[in-house]
């Protein structure tokens, strides 16, 4: 698991002083874009190399409301990975009480820039799946 923490903005906010359902998504990109960092994996260049990784699926549950100024925490994990799609799996949560604010997943596909589905070339591929392996590992140990 990567996490990331932060701290709810006032404009997230709506009129009922709660952050506005929609702005918990690029708290979930944040989260995504941490964990191939913590890959390895430098999106610029992946970009560069004409690798694209648009979403496919977003699902999120809304299980409580992050206010303004609220410390929060993205929990991200990689749930699946091959070499044409990556599904992450996110806890947001709140730091102080533990409660949890958003559920969710998202999964990404690998194209070109035409939209085509393509395999992940092995240079990017080996730097993910290298994570991938070890939160597999480490979520084998726990359940042993």
């Not at 820039?113 to 979520?139: H, M, S, T």
Request: proline share 3%; hydrophobic share 40%; net charge positive.
């Amino acid at each position: 698991m990567i996490a990331i923490r932060d701290r709810v903005r006032f404009e997230e906010t709506d009129l009922m002083a709660v952050v506005y359902h929609a702005r918990y998504l690029p708290w979930l990109e944040m989260g995504r874009v941490a964990y191939l960092r913590a890959c390895g994996v430098d999106l610029n260049r992946m970009m560069d190399d004409g690798i694209l990784f648009p979403i496919r699926e977003i699902n999120v549950k809304y299980k409580h409301s992050a206010r303004f100024d609220d410390e929060y925490e993205v929990q991200t994990t990689m749930q699946e990975f091959n070499r044409a799609k990556m599904l992450f799996a996110y806890k947001v949560v709140n730091v102080k009480t533990g409660k949890v604010f958003v559920e969710g997943t998202t999964t990404n596909v690998f194209t070109d820039k035409n939209g085509k589905i393509l395999r992940l070339p092995p240079e990017w591929f080996d730097k993910i799946n290298a994570v991938y392996q070890q939160e597999n590992e480490a979520k084998n140990k726990k359940t042993d």
